[in-house]
């Protein structure tokens, strides 16, 4: 059973940035497809950053250029470090993660483990 905790949100202005933790725990290793998601009210919950175990990387288009997903694996810790951010990156951020290396790496049903969130507010 792997449990994962997310650290790091907050409240922060336009053009701010934030750098989120997922610390995973009850494994030996990150599961082999590690994955960031974002759900803000009223909205179905997006993939934000999916990262492969070999090292594939897919961002949403919306975070590309602005979002950095990276992992430390002595550590057992996923990073999303968020740049650039505007009101629309307003959400409960979620880590996720997988035992394979699933075909849609940004959809939500390819997950098993899931973190509580952290909430990212940013204001104008």
């Known amino acids: 059973q792997v449990q994962l905790k997310e650290s790091g949100g907050g409240s922060v202005q336009a053009g701010g940035s934030l750098r989120l933790s997922c610390a995973a725990s009850g494994a030996t290793r990150l599961a082999y497809t590690m994955t960031w998601f974002r759900q803000a009210p009223g909205k179905e919950r997006e993939g934000v950053a999916a990262?492969?175990?070999?090292?594939?990387?897919m961002y949403a288009d919306s975070v590309k250029d602005r979002f950095t997903i990276s992992q430390d694996n002595a550590k057992k810790t996923l990073y999303l470090q968020m740049n650039s951010l505007n009101e629309q990156d307003s959400a409960m951020y979620y880590c996720?993660?997988?035992?394979?290396?699933?075909?849609?790496?940004?959809?939500?049903?390819?997950?098993?483990?899931w973190g509580q969130g952290t909430q990212v507010t940013i204001s104008s």
């Open positions: 996720a993660a997988s035992p394979s290396h699933p075909v849609l790496p940004l959809h939500p049903s390819a997950y098993k483990y």
């Open positions: 990262l492969f175990d070999y090292g594939y990387i």
